[in-house]
């Protein structure tokens, strides 16, 4: 029978088929966080039951912990402070491995994982975080739950998985210069809309996915989820298995073959059918920016912010208004040229080494501009001390950047990295959503680079017009 | 109010497309090791201004709102985060169901295993429940769980619930005890999954074991094969 490469995944994972919508699915690893664990853990004592599988699981302190530059990392408010003790306690007493708030390798836990190679070809990873459909990037079958089901995979290794259909992203086609990873997702998911995906999982492939990085391909898949994605998955090619093996350390020998010969086997059969199927242009992309309050409010930086009387829908005109009247900007007019008052590099989306590079690169013999506040926050210890190591933190420094400590900060803006009211923020993030950055703050979300000529320029530019100096 | 199968209340109208969990149950209300007080934080730069006052003008601060059970709104309610906080938010808040065309896959998993009804219609019905949902006089819902219909002023239609869903809704289930039901098989597909697969086994713990502790303090140790 012709399979899709998610098919497989499951097939391989299935511990039973409890009817013809759920599988009882076994998870290779579980990654959790101090704000959506501590209910389960909790659920788990209560019943008096026990993490039948610790070392398939792994905690990262992400959300909470502040990020100023020093040494010592102190989490000063109360409850924040609480969460952190509580994930040390509940891994000490379960024997589940943690890295904690003073660990040189702490980071967001999407960066932390993979960086260490323990995402690896054919596995299913789940997290209690929406972004887990990061790891697809390598071959693995990863999406986020809640915290009911993250007791349920601590208690049984498994999960009641209800089966998702087949959608195959199909680009081909060559990146114009200074279009990124990140604007080619954020071009798919404004043509598929922030529900296109749901209840599917995605297959990306084609030419453009097979020339990016690894690193850009996490872009593409983390996002996945603003489209309304299940998971996502790119098929692992000799770059993936070269990432894996470079850093999982233990794989070696006997079992490094097997895994080699497994690993050829993870793709879509030639004939499998998915339930849906979109194909796009590379060479259409352009640098995108959001200009709403939904992933998919995005136009490329040359056109137009849409007008709500030409939704041909009552709930669209609905939203277009909506966004509109939060974010300040006028139907009809350009995005480019936008004044912002703060830039935002970071989050599992794109606080990644190559997305650092990106940033020097573009800042490279210019300094942020007058008035507005530019922070940098790596996506994990070890990103941070490479960029360190590279002069990347001293470049952007020099610039008036703010070099900080790892975390997810203000991606979400729950650890008092926060903006005020009315703030315009450039932002390599992946949520523009009402509030999400700070109550009444408006989020453009866009690339790496592109947040650099924001920083640079103080508005919102097309990075394409900016001269690029080399080192 | 629910009396056992039958969900009877009423109803009031979120007019917004794509309502995220992170507006549903902000930052600032996640902080806690335990699920208390959420209901605090509910929808809350909707209902309160930036100074904590009540914004007299939305919908569930209306004085003839007060007993708001059901809430219907637009596509894609509960996109985003993954926060069950979102649906324990909910209901502490007092409300049984929301009713959308669609709704975020996370959050629907979530709001099924906390026994929260969402019940999924087509747009021009839940155009229909909204226009009955805005005035209060019109307000009043009636939802069978047994026979999954919905009947409103001018609405009277069927939803459909994937069948396990409907049973977690009839009845509360120890779902961790059931799959737990299945423990010496899922021990024994572990024991087959890794003669196979070995690169699958204690990654996590074994990777944490190699890397070894390394506290800030003490510099570093391992800055991984990042380039």
């Known amino acids: 029978m012709n399979r899709t490469l998610y098919r497989k995944l499951v097939d391989a994972h299935t511990v039973a088929q409890l009817d013809e919508q759920n ?99 054919g596995m299913v990873v789940i997290c209690g975080d929406s972004h887990t459909t990061t790891y697809g990037a390598l071959g693995a079958l990863g999406f986020g739950i809640g915290t009911s089901e993250v007791e349920h995979v601590l208690a049984t290794q498994t999960l009641v998985y209800r089966l998702a259909k087949d959608m195959r992203i199909r680009v081909d086609g060559v990146l114009p210069v200074g279009t990124t990873a990140k604007d080619l997702i954020l071009m798919v998911i404004g043509h598929i809309g922030a529900q296109g995906a749901r209840g599917h999982v995605i297959e990306f492939c084609g030419t453009a996915f097979e020339a990016m990085s690894i690193e850009s391909r996490f872009t593409v898949c983390n996002m996945a989820v603003e489209a309304g994605a299940r998971g996502a998955l790119i098929a692992p090619d000799r770059k993936a298995v070269k990432y894996v093996l470079e850093r999982a350390t233990d794989l070696h020998g006997v079992a490094r073959d097997a895994a080699l010969q497994h690993w050829e086997t993870l793709h879509s059969d030639e004939a499998a059918v998915f339930h849906v199927e979109h194909r796009f242009d590379a060479s259409d992309a352009a640098p995108h920016v959001t200009w709403g309050t939904s992933p998919d409010q995005v136009i490329p930086i040359g056109g137009a912010i849409p007008d709500p009387a030409r939704q041909t829908s009552a709930p669209m005109r609905r939203s277009t208004e909506q966004a509109l009247r939060y974010t300040g900007l006028a139907a009809g007019a350009p995005l480019e040229g936008t004044a912002i008052q703060h830039v935002f590099i970071g989050s599992c989306t794109n606080a990644r080494i190559e997305d650092l590079r990106a940033v020097a690169q573009v800042v490279r013999g210019r300094h942020v501009a007058k008035g507005v506040r530019a922070m940098v926050v790596p996506g994990s210890g070890a990103v941070k001390r490479q960029a360190e190591a590279e002069g990347i933190a001293s470049l952007l420094m020099d610039a008036g950047f703010e070099w900080r400590e790892p975390g997810c900060s203000m991606c979400l803006a729950m650890n008092g990295d926060i903006l005020a009211d009315g703030v315009r923020c450039a932002s390599t993030t992946n949520r523009n959503f009402e509030g999400r950055q700070g109550r009444g703050a408006i989020t453009h979300l866009m690339s790496p680079a592109m947040a650099a000529a924001a920083a640079v320029t103080g508005t919102i530019t097309d990075v394409r017009r900016l001269e690029t100096h080399h080192a | 109010m629910r009396e056992k199968h039958i969900l009877s209340g009423k109803m009031a109208p979120l007019a917004i497309e794509n309502l995220d969990t992170d507006q549903i149950m902000p930052k600032q209300f996640l902080h806690g090791i335990d699920k208390a007080g959420l209901d605090k934080g509910l929808l809350y730069d909707l209902r309160f201004d930036a100074e904590g006052r009540k914004r007299p003008d939305f919908v569930l601060n209306r004085p003839e709102r007060a007993d708001v059970e059901v809430l219907v709104t637009g596509a894609n309610f509960g996109c985003g985060s993954s926060r069950e906080h979102a649906v324990w938010g909910l209901q502490q808040y007092g409300i049984q169901a929301v009713l959308a065309p669609s709704f975020g896959e996370i959050f629907y998993s979530n709001a099924m295993n906390n026994q929260l009804l969402l019940v999924m219609l087509p747009e021009e019905e839940i155009a229909r429940l909204m226009a009955d949902a805005d005035s209060p006089e019109t307000s009043h819902i009636h939802i069978d769980l047994e026979t999954l219909r919905v009947r409103s002023c001018n609405v009277d239609a069927f939803f459909t619930l994937s069948e396990r869903h409907h049973r977690m809704q009839l009845e509360r289930r120890d779902l961790i005890g059931m799959s737990l039901t299945y423990q010496a098989q899922i021990e024994h597909f572990a024991r087959l999954h890794w003669e196979t697969h070995p690169w699958m086994k204690n990654v996590a713990s074994h990777t944490r074991q190699q890397l070894g502790h390394t506290p800030r303090a003490q510099g570093i140790a391992h800055l991984g094969g990042i380039a």
Request: proline share 8%.
């Open chain 1, 23 to 121: 599988v009882l699915l076994f998870c290779d690893l579980h990654l959790m966080n101090e704000y959506t664990s501590p209910q389960a853990f909790a659920g788990l004592d209560e019943h008096g039951r026990r993490v039948l599988m610790p070392g398939q699981n792994v905690a990262v302190v992400s959300h909470v912990i502040p990020t100023q530059p020093g040494t010592i990392r102190v989490i000063r408010e109360a409850a924040p402070a609480l969460q952190a003790s509580n994930l040390r306690k509940n891994c000490e007493q379960h024997d589940i491995p943690l890295f904690d708030t003073q660990d040189a390798l702490q980071g967001i836990e999407h960066v932390v994982a993979p960086e260490h190679g323990m995402i690896r070809p």
